[in-house]
């Protein structure tokens, strides 16, 4: 499936057109990131906000 909705990487602007209307470059897919039921790295951002919900900083240690 081919999207409409592209993106350019460096000015960040969002465009249907192949290249962008500002810096005339070319522009990529936007494409939202993939979804896998099977979470490699779910613990791990799991912990990283029951951390910051408890008022703890997880980057710095003490």
């Known amino acids: ?3 409409l909705i592209r993106k350019c990487k460096y000015c960040n602007i969002y ?7 500002r810096c005339s470059r ?3 897919m936007a494409l939202p990131m ?3 039921p099977a979470d490699k790295f779910q613990k791990y951002r799991i912990k990283l906000l ?3 919900e408890n ?3 997880n980057n710095k240690e003490l």
Request: overall charge negative; charged content about 40%; glycine content about 10%.
């Open 1 to 3: 499936m081919k999207t």
């Open 15 to 21: 465009t249907m057109e192949e290249k962008c209307p």
């Open 26 to 28: 070319e522009t990529n």
């Open 34 to 36: 993939r979804y896998s």
């Open 50 to 52: 029951e951390g910051n």
């Open 55 to 57: 008022g703890k900083d």
